[in-house]
């Protein structure tokens, strides 16, 4: 079955950290880009980062650049967000999907919650 899942969401006070993990299954990651999004409450769903399957070219969102950063390792399939310095406008459900670059995401995840609060 294709799918991807993502895991690593949960409760964290501003100021700290998170890493999300996305699992790829059923196919290959390798040469497709992969990106993170997110529904923060009473908006519309983000792309906050995108990376490239061929070359690793990176995107951000203003709203996360210099705090997240989105790797990859095709030896296991799986794509990452690192979350420093989370702040509790960050809180919502994170996603992640296929392509995220070019054309819409044709494949999501079912999410994971992040909630940044004290």
């Known amino acids: 079955q294709v799918q991807l899942v993502e895991s690593g969401g949960g409760l964290v006070q501003p100021g700290g950290s998170l890493r999300l993990s996305c699992a790829a299954s059923?196919?290959?990651?390798?040469?497709?880009?992969i990106g993170w999004f997110r529904q923060v409450p009473g908006k519309e769903r983000e792309g906050i980062s995108c990376?490239?399957?061929?070359?690793?070219?990176?995107y951000y969102a203003d709203s996360v650049k210099g705090r997240f950063t989105i790797n990859r390792d095709n030896a296991k399939n799986t794509a990452y967000l690192q979350m420093n310095s989370l702040r509790a406008e960050d809180t919502g459900v994170y996603y992640c999907?296929?392509?995220?670059?070019?054309?819409?995401?044709?494949?999501w995840g079912q999410g994971t919650l992040v909630t940044v609060s004290s």
């Open positions: 999907a296929t392509p995220c670059a070019g054309y819409p995401p044709e494949l």
């Open positions: 059923g196919f290959t990651l390798d040469p497709y880009d």
């Open positions: 990376i490239s399957g061929n070359d690793g070219n990176t």
